[in-house]
C-alpha cells in the first residue's frame, strides 16, 4: 500500500485573512500546503487526509480541497474539542482544542495503512517527503510497533528573525529515538546553536543535532495506543483542572518509547526548513520558493 499523508489543519479558521497557512507564497499564490503534497505526491504517497474543524468545512472544500482533484484522493476528517471517549465530557470553561494528538486520532476510521503527520504550515522540502515514504512504503505488510521521525538537522531549521522552538532529540546507536525535549527558544549566537534550559543558561548544541518538525511515520495500530492514553490522560486530574492541557503527539511517542512498546527510527535529511515563524520571516520565504521554481525544482504552477 501507498503511505498516507495526514495535514493537522484543524487550527485554521474560517476568516483566513492573516492565516499563515493558506497565504499565498508562491509565484501563483500556492501555499506551504501545496508545496508539502506536490513533495509527497511525488515521493509516493497515495492519499491525503486533512484534519479541520467542522465549521469551515464547505468553505475548505472550495477553496483548499478542490485544486488536489484529478491529483490525488482527498479526505476530510473533523477535530472538535467534545469529541471525547464516552463517559468524559469537557471540563466548564475550558475553549482550548485537544492537541496534536488528539487531532491524529480523527483520521482513525479513514487511515487503514502507513501514514505520515505533518504541519501544514512548515516548508519541509523535498528530501524530508522520500526519506519518511521510503520507510513507510518498505515496511512488511502488517507491521506494528515500529515507527519513525524525519530528524531534522537543528541549523536547517532556524529563523533569522529570532528564536524557534524545537523538539531536540536523543538517539540510540541503532537511531532509534530515546527522548525529544521541547526547547522554545533556539537561535544562532555568533558561530554555535544554542537553546535556553530551564534555568535561564544558553547551551550550545552540535550544528547538525536532530530535531522534530513534527514529521512522524506510524502504522495504523498507533491509533488503538493513543486512544487508550487518551483516556488515560483525561483521567488524570491534573489534565482536568488545567483548561490547557494537551494531548501532544510526543506525549503519546515518549510513553510508548518508555514502556518498550515501539521503536521509533530517526531518519535523517539535508531538506532546509523555512517558514513564516515571523512576519519578518515572509519575504526570505517568497524569495527562496521562487529560487527553487528558477532552479527547476517546481513548476511555475503547481495544480
Known sequence: MKPTLLLLAAGMGSRYGGLKQLDGLGPNGETIMDYSIYDAIQ?????????????????????VLSKYEGHIPAELVFQSIDDLPEGFRVPEGRVKPWGTNHAVLMAKDVIKEPFCVINCDDFYNRDCFKVIGKFLANLPEGSKNRYAMVGFRVGNTLSENGTVARGICSKDAEDHLTTVVERTEIERHGADIQYKDENGQWITVEENTPVSMNVWGFTPDYFSYSEAYFREFLSDPKNRANLKSEFFIPLMVNKLINEGTAT????????????????????????????????????????
Not at 464547505?58 to 477553496?63: I, Y
Not at 515571523?278 to 521562487?290: F, L, M, Q
Open 43 to 63: 515521493a509516493g504517497f497515495g492519499k491525503i487526509v486533512f484534519v479541520i474543524r467542522k465549521d469551515f468545512e464547505q468553505e475548505f472544500r472550495d477553496k
Open 264 to 303: 521509533v527510527k530517526v531518519l535523517d535529511t539535508t531538506s532546509k526548513w523555512f517558514g513564516v515563524t515571523y512576519a519578518a520571516d515572509r519575504p526570505g520565504t517568497v524569495e527562496k520558493i521562487r529560487q527553487l521554481v528558477d532552479e527547476g525544482v517546481y513548476p511555475n504552477q503547481l495544480f
